[in-house]
């Protein structure tokens, strides 16, 4: 069975400082999908970043980009020029290549300093 | 306009009771989804529902029933409430199983 693991459940960083969350999987597919996604106090689910298994590119979005190292089966998310805003429950996901549930790890808690 | 909309967004109950949670996605997605987050804000998955088919189904008690009435609607029905069913339950779509998941915004479910 797949796993998803966040050893860091707590983070800080300040105001426009970068940070990185960590997370590591356990798979035995060869194919799959990781996700980080973000849920602010008001508790809405928000898809921050998508990586496919097979694409050797780190995926980047913004502020926002993973450093994905398959062989290790690690994916930490970085965030740069950190805002206010991110501050946030933080969530690494897996989804297996043929789609349906998502795996989710323990959570992040990420809080920004001014 | 909302995409993936939830009723009610709280719930406060008695154990014993018997409680639906509603949700409706306007995406057009095939693909619906139920969460449940615990108290330590860890989230698993329900069930899932595919063009109204039961796809996917973790080991829940069988109080809980969801009910797909047609591809836009997934409802959890919960029978017998107990205090461990506090939670918040996530609906979420896809446009297929393979597609993004995106998220409604919770409803928080209080058994006292």
């Known amino acids: 069975a797949q796993t998803v693991t966040q050893s860091q459940p707590e983070m800080s960083v300040q105001e426009a400082e970068t940070v990185t969350l960590s997370c590591t999987y356990d798979t035995s597919e060869s194919d799959y999908y990781l996700f980080w996604y973000k849920q602010p106090p008001s508790r809405q689910m928000i898809l921050v970043i998508r990586?496919?298994?097979?694409?050797?590119q780190n995926a980047t979005e913004n502020r926002f980009s993973v450093n994905f190292q398959k062989a290790a089966k690690s994916f930490s998310l970085k965030i740069s020029d950190s805002q206010l805003g991110d501050a946030a429950m933080y969530f690494c996901a897996y989804r297996g290549y043929q789609g349906g549930k998502l795996i989710f790890g323990q959570g992040t808690e990420l809080s920004v300093k001014p | 306009d909302t995409a993936v909309s939830q009723t009610p967004k709280y719930l406060v109950t008695q154990m014993g009771n018997d409680k639906s949670i509603k949700c409706e996605q306007n995406l057009g997605h095939d693909t619906m989804y139920w969460y449940k987050q615990d108290s330590k804000k860890f989230l698993k998955i329900m069930f899932s529902y595919n063009n109204k088919e039961l796809i996917i189904n973790e080991t829940v008690p069988n109080r809980f029933s969801p009910k797909s009435p047609d591809k836009a609607h997934l409802n959890l029905h919960i029978n017998s409430l107990e205090l461990g069913d506090s939670a918040v339950y996530f609906c979420?779509?896809?446009?297929?199983?393979?597609?993004?998941?995106?998220f409604g915004p919770g409803t928080r479910l209080t058994v006292t």
């Open positions: 990586q496919e298994a097979y694409k050797q």
């Open positions: 979420a779509s896809s446009k297929q199983r393979f597609y993004e998941q995106y």
